[in-house]
Nanobody
Framework: QVQLVESGGGLVQAGGSLRLSCAAS????????MAWYRQAPGKERDLVAG???????NYADSVKGRFTISRDNAKNTVYLQMNSLESEDTGVYSC????????????????WGQGTQVTVFS
């Protein structure tokens, strides 16, 4: 099985910064993609940023230029650096990993973290 542990959420004033981390562990053969999603109060969960194993990234338009996603392949960890935070960034941030499990035969798995709350106040 593959497990995810997230950290880094919290309460921050508008204009401030936070850094989220998500570490994957377990029976991992390789990680294909890692991403962060956000669910704002009363809204659906949306993609914030994603990164593939080769380093290609994509971002929601609302966070371009403010957020940066990165990964440490040796640690199976993905990070989300969030700068110039706005009240609209408030929500539960969840890590998502698409990986190949080291089973016989190998099988793809799509795993979600437990979510971490980010609250931005003015």
């Amino acid at each position: 099985q593959v497990q995810l542990v997230e950290s880094g959420g919290g309460l921050v004033q508008a204009g401030g910064s936070l850094r989220l981390s998500c570490a994957a562990s377990g029976s991992i053969s390789r990680i294909v993609g890692m991403a962060w999603y956000r669910q704002a109060p009363g809204k659906e969960r949306d993609l914030v940023a994603g990164i593939l194993s080769g380093g290609k990234t994509n971002y929601a338009d609302s966070v371009k230029g403010r957020f940066t996603i990165s990964r440490d392949n040796a640690k199976n960890t993905v990070y989300l650096q969030m700068n110039s935070l706005e009240s609209e960034d408030t929500g539960v941030y969840s890590c998502n990993v698409y990986a190949v499990e080291a089973s016989s035969p190998p099988r793809p798995v799509n795993v979600w973290g437990q979510g971490t709350q980010v609250t931005v106040f003015s």
